[in-house]
């Protein structure tokens, strides 16, 4: 266990890398799939287009969805975007930050997956067969067929066992065709996605520099100070099943002194120390509240001095008006008439 406490710990602590190696893993998962995946084109006009696009799009967008799922901070913002204003205001910047750092690691996967397609050149073969340009490519002196009779013959051009338009164009020069423009697409596609990242990742901080650096610094604090209040909600819930368990054995104890005669036993050590981790919150209804306060009007950032401490709202105090200390003529002054 204190193995796995470790790996734990430090997954928690190298969270970004973690996330990076999640990200690199799906990418690798996602290329695996594409060349584990039977690719089977119906070899029909009217399915040739819809089948083809959707193994182009429709896993990138289920990886998509997939990278937002494992990353832990999405729930972190979808509860900063959809909390009530209380006493501390929301900054959209912060939570386009937040966003488009999911964003970035959630597409990696997908343009692995398009890329893997593109260049391999099965889909838009499939999907543009019947859009070949059969006056450029083949042979033009068969007119006997009409135009659905024809876009029959060009859409069995990815099934050879079932391809019977030789006479028409030449099954491997199709191909050979569609594989060329797909494969040029993919690498255009990769140009383009390695751009806007160089772009994305290196630019943008150097004309925004302190929007930048104060956007980033209050995204790692709305994730710290989650984890700290997890933390905290954990320890004082140990606390207080401590102390409720040991008052349930105290009072049985009681019971069988007053039955038996015996003496009760004095409480132990750890679970005075207990006590005073549970800060004064030891019912139902006040940690309800307080939970509740916290989601509703969290406390303002604004550290303040502990001589002067300030309500956090939710009991319905009110801070002590601070007087400030008179002068020191004035109260010269004072003392010399009387």
């Not at 690199?24 to 799939?33: D, K, N, P, V, Y």
């Not at 893997?116 to 006056?135: H, M, N, Q, Y």
């Not at 990815?158 to 099954?171: D, L, M, R, S, T």
């Not at 199709?174 to 806007?196: D, E, H, N, P």
Request: charged content about 20%; overall charge positive.
């Amino acid at each position: 266990m204190d193995k796995f406490r470790m790996i734990f710990q430090f997954l928690q602590s190298n969270q970004e890398s973690f996330m990076n190696g999640i990200c690199g893993i799906m990418a690798l998962a996602s290329a695996q799939m594409y060349s584990a995946f039977d690719f089977n084109c119906p070899c029909l006009p009217r399915y040739n287009l819809a089948y083809g696009l959707g193994i182009l799009l429709v896993p990138p967008f289920i990886l998509f969805l997939l990278g937002f799922v494992l990353n832990n901070n999405i729930s972190m913002l979808a509860e900063e975007w959809r909390r009530p204003q209380g006493q501390r205001g929301k900054d959209p910047a912060v939570l386009r930050y937040m966003f488009c750092s999911m964003a970035q690691r959630a597409m990696i996967a997908p343009v692995v997956w398009v890329s893997v397609t593109l260049l391999d050149g099965k889909c838009i073969t499939c999907a543009f067969c019947t859009s070949l340009p059969v006056e450029t490519l083949g042979n033009t002196s068969h007119t006997s067929l009409s135009q659905g009779e024809m876009k029959k013959v060009l859409a069995r051009i990815p099934c050879k066992e079932i391809y019977n338009g030789q006479e028409f164009i030449a099954n491997e020069v199709a191909v050979r065709y569609l594989r060329c423009i797909s494969q040029a697409l993919g690498w255009c596609f990769v140009l383009l996605m390695t751009t806007v990242a160089f772009l994305v990742r290196s630019l943008r901080p150097c004309f925004t520099q302190a929007a930048f650096l104060k956007s980033r610094y209050w995204s790692h604090y709305i994730d710290i100070e989650r984890k700290l209040f997890d933390e905290t909600c954990a320890e004082h819930a140990k606390s207080f099943a401590k102390v409720c368990i040991q008052q349930f054995f105290e009072g049985m104890s009681t019971d069988l002194a007053a039955t038996h005669c015996h003496p009760p036993r004095k409480a132990p050590a750890d679970v005075e120390e207990a006590t005073e981790k549970l800060l004064g919150i030891t019912d139902q209804g006040t940690m309800n509240a307080a939970l509740k306060s916290w989601h509703r009007c969290k406390p303002p950032l604004h550290l303040h001095s502990p001589a002067f401490p300030s309500s956090n709202g939710w009991a319905g105090e009110k801070q002590p008006p601070v007087h400030p200390p008179a002068p020191r003529r004035e109260v010269a002054a004072y003392y010399s008439r009387v």
